[in-house]
T-cell receptor
């Protein structure tokens, strides 16, 4: 149980284009999902908390107009990197909580999306 | 002071030995603690969660929590080369966010 998928797993795009990443909870409903970014040899940094049916909560220093988050259903959250630039190249990972499980604060991670902006 | 601190390693242990990974945290009010394993190029995989002082065992893994010392550890018995990975300690903060340490890289050599 508690499987989270992400699509695509890898994307290469030109500078200035927008990229959409999907995060899905496959076997549970997730009212809250999280988006992280990880640079090489660094730890995961929380970018934003995605709430179903409401606006996302962004961490300090994360531009909400650049990283658009939509959580339209209980099983899907999307992150759109708008006008991507080479410095946005990173490993983007989503996670979700299964609040019906015995440990409601446990986060299960998707496989990640590696974004390379040329 | 970082919220969650780990030694970056690498920690090198021979196959069959016990690997001991340590983590300290700064928020005394934290109640939920996690160990994740991350292979190179992959996303984190949950190994264990622990909420109460003492030991919690799951197979070859034992998590230890000491809230008074603000210390969490993970022991891996009978280490295998396939255990070679980065181990991330994570703590739920007082703002309900999961805060990660920088991870300890473990190398198990045959």
């Amino acid at each position: 149980g508690a499987v989270v998928s992400q699509h695509p797993s890898r994307v290469i795009c030109k500078s200035g284009t927008s990229v959409k990443i999907e995060c899905r909870s496959l076997d549970f409903q997730a009212t809250t999902m999280f988006w992280y970014r990880q640079f090489p040899k660094k730890s995961l940094m929380l970018m934003a908390t995605s709430n179903e049916g409401s606006k996302a909560t962004y961490e300090q220093g994360v531009e909400k107009d650049k990283f658009l988050i939509n959580h339209a259903s209980l099983t899907l959250s999307t992150l759109t990197v708008t006008s991507a630039h080479p410095e946005d190249s990173s490993f983007y990972i989503c996670s979700a909580r299964d609040i019906t499980s015995g440990s409601a604060d446990t986060q299960y991670f998707g496989p990640g999306t590696r974004l390379t902006v040329l | 002071q970082k919220e969650v601190e780990q030694n970056s390693g690498p920690l090198s242990v021979p196959e069959g030995a016990i690997a001991s990974l340590n983590c300290t945290y700064s928020d005394r009010g934290s109640q939920s603690f996690f160990w994740y394993r991350q292979y190179s190029g992959k996303s984190p995989e949950l190994i264990m969660s622990i909420y109460s002082n003492g030991d919690k065992e799951d197979g070859r893994f034992t998590a230890q929590l000491n809230k008074a010392s603000q210390y969490v550890s993970l022991l891996i018995r009978d280490s295998q080369p396939s255990d070679s990975a980065t181990y991330l300690c994570a703590v739920i903060s007082n703002t309900d966010k999961l805060i990660f340490g920088t991870g300890t890289r473990l190398q198990v050599f045959p």
